[in-house]
């Protein structure tokens, strides 16, 4: 079973700069990761799929990137509303089984 | 415009079998491509994928969870259920279903969850 891992745990980042959120897969997983927004009290919303394609109505200042090993979400210019947790999530083709990472928290500093 | 709404109780006691609805709108489970999956989230924790099924009435579920699952479709009412069984202190948590949309990419299709429910919260307690 693939593992994902998520660094940091928490990331302070001040509104107007630039974030970065890292997650690690235990094995090779090519290009199936997803990214997800949580809000407090809020259901998660997808951000991005196939490692580096937006979501329908995702502003563009949201970037996804990697491949193999080794994946990234880049937020290039926080807004107040971005400010929450985020989960990578990968999706095994057969059979069919997703694994989400265990979150990022991104708070204002 | 694709909506989804878990329902079921709020309080189940050890040992008994806990039935979450999903209500949906906006698509048809008998459609190829079309999926629903059911997630959770233990209070202060991270998500946890349980169990999905696709218009072909494919069904799959976590390999630890796998005995104690079942996913089911009606797609005369728009709805799937999640059944599981002897639930226990751990499985509090909140329930969301969520519709699972074929993405296509460079490469190949990814199945992402691209719209959720709003949640249900279940307690286990006696």
């Known amino acids: 079973e693939v593992v994902m891992t998520q660094s940091p745990a928490t990331l302070s980042v001040s509104p107007g700069d630039r974030a970065t959120l890292s997650c690690r897969a235990s094995?090779?997983?090519?290009?199936?990761v997803a990214w997800y927004q949580q809000r407090p009290g809020q259901a998660p919303r997808l951000l991005t799929y196939?490692?580096?394609t937006r979501a329908t109505g995702i502003p563009a200042r949201f970037s996804g990137s990697g491949f193999g090993t080794e994946f990234s979400l880049t937020i290039s210019s926080l807004q107040s509303e971005d400010f929450g947790v985020y989960y990578c999530?990968?999706?095994?083709?057969?059979?069919?089984?997703?694994?989400f990472g265990q979150g990022t928290k991104l708070e204002i500093k | 415009q694709i909506t989804l709404k878990e329902s079921g109780p709020t309080l189940v006691k050890p040992t008994q079998t806990l039935t979450l609805t999903c209500n949906f709108s906006?698509?048809?489970?008998?459609?190829?491509?079309?999926?629903v999956a059911w997630i959770r989230q233990p209070p202060g924790e991270a998500l946890e994928w349980l169990a999905l099924i696709f218009w072909d009435d494919d069904k799959h579920y976590t390999p630890s969870l796998k005995s104690r699952l079942t996913i089911t479709k009606d797609t005369t009412k728009n709805q799937v259920v999640l059944v599981v069984t002897n639930v226990d202190p751990v499985d509090t948590a909140t329930y969301f279903c969520?519709?699972?949309?074929?993405?296509?990419?460079?490469?190949?299709?990814?199945?992402?969850?691209?719209?959720w429910g709003q949640g249900t919260t279940v307690t286990v307690s006696s």
């Open positions: 094995q090779s997983v090519n290009s199936n």
């Open positions: 969520a519709h699972i949309a074929t993405m296509p990419t460079s490469s190949n299709y990814y199945y992402a969850m691209d719209v």
């Open positions: 906006g698509f048809s489970l008998s459609t190829l491509g079309m999926g």
């Open positions: 196939g490692a580096s």
């Open positions: 999530q990968h999706y095994k083709n057969w059979p069919p089984q997703y694994t």
